[in-house]
DNA sequence: TTCCTGTATTTTGTATTCAGAATTCATAAT
DNA sequence: ATTATGAATTCTGAATACAAAATACAGGAA
């Protein structure tokens, strides 16, 4: 048995990023830290410490003798999220070596085309969706742009809930994962990551549509 | 006058910053809190407070029991965080208004002319190089960007003082700004932005001969 | 002498306490 | 009726207290 033994914090903040997911707050209204540590079951200093974390990572934001809030989904900022990941991932695509990508590039397409079920649950969708990016980036040489991305995504998955279950989004995420793959096999990397750019493009404006006070500042 | 009440964990940081740029903090070393929390003024929790989100940035590592420590150099990080920011600064300038760009090119110009003398005290050199960079981002609308940008710059700082007080390295760095914004003078963006990746990457090496433990891991 | 082991000390991680700010509610004046 | 004012309450921000882990050190055995 492996006897793990981590911070308080960290195992807060992976289950606050959970509720998050799961749609457990409210986004815009204050959350009570005393009421939290005791749902969680742990004391206010640890969580503050989670809170302040995520807090630096632009999931919540924190005005002074008010304390956190997840904040507002802005259209905006969605945009602005999706303009950095789409940098970043086509960025680790052109630091992979072309070797390494030509060798990912069967599976990713495996995995594309195996797409889930309409019916499958939001979740589920998520995760595949998930899993392809990952596999796309499992080679890169560059850990701290790696670690930046996770980040960044965790900021972002309140807004990737509003799109969940629409079907002819997903078919088209679905196809454009195919053509990055395809791009890959064929050992044309400009292609790839431009296509790869155009899918977080297309992300963003399939949901800002759907955004409440998309374009605007959201609030 | 103007009162601010901001929260000490932000102070403490900027503190923090501060004392790193001046080269306070023998890095590797695990940092005593209640030494540091005394001599700040300030008690444990708002220090820890301020380590955290440092931590968070990839400026302080955390280990279990052992609490924090500046991360040691390693080229290979270095050259990480390098190819992070040509790429964000390279995006932040494509997501800038052209007309913006050419407006602000005549000021980058003689901001780039105008580097300081050699005699000039490094953090002076230094500083007039975070000016230039600023001025050149100034007007991108991608807000999360500039705050990552920041960031990750933070987490460079104690690299550059490696590289300061090398004539020849400055010269060329004035002279590669000047070329930038000739480009950009020139309404020529897309040659910019490849000069500006350049910039970073020349910078990269300019360092990693002088880094100890260049290219391995560090230590 | 060197290496191991057990104890003392230091230092972190977490809980609790305290002080002050923000909010809410009630009351009074216009 | 509405708005302003002030007290009471709630909650955050910071300090202190406590427990457990890590380190340092001393003593003993090989």
Chains 1, 2 share one sequence.
């Not at 596999?135 to 742009?145: A, F, V, W």
């Not at 990397?189 to 431009?194: E, G, R, S, Y």
């Not at 977080?200 to 949901?207: A, I, L, S």
């Amino acid at each position: 048995m492996a006897i793990q033994r981590r911070p308080l914090r960290e195992q807060i903040r992976e289950e606050l990023l959970l509720r998050l997911d799961r749609g457990d707050f409210a986004a815009g209204k204050d959350l009570n830290e005393v009421a939290l540590a005791t749902e969680l079951g742990v004391s206010r200093t640890p969580l503050r410490e989670a809170l302040i974390t995520l807090a630096g990572e632009g999931i919540l934001e924190s005005n002074q003798g008010r304390g956190f809030r997840f904040a507002p989904v802005s259209g905006k900022e969605f945009g602005d999220l999706c303009e950095i990941v789409a940098g970043l991932e086509a960025l680790a695509v052109e630091l992979t070596a072309p070797d390494d990508l030509l060798a990912l590039a069967p599976d990713l397409l495996r995995l594309a085309q195996g797409f889930p079920d309409r019916i499958a649950a939001q979740q589920e969708i998520e995760i595949h969706d998930d899993e392809w990016h990952d596999l796309l980036l499992s080679k890169c040489p560059n850990e701290r742009l790696l670690d930046l991305l996770t980040s960044v995504k965790a900021g972002m998955r309140r807004y990737t809930h509003l799109i969940a279950g629409e079907d002819a989004l997903l078919e088209r995420e679905a196809e454009e994962h195919c053509r990055i793959a395809e791009h890959l096999a064929a050992g044309d990397i400009p292609a790839a990551t431009a296509a790869l750019r155009d899918n977080w493009v297309d992300g963003m404006e399939r949901m800002t549509s759907r955004i409440p006070g998309a374009g605007a500042d959201g609030g």
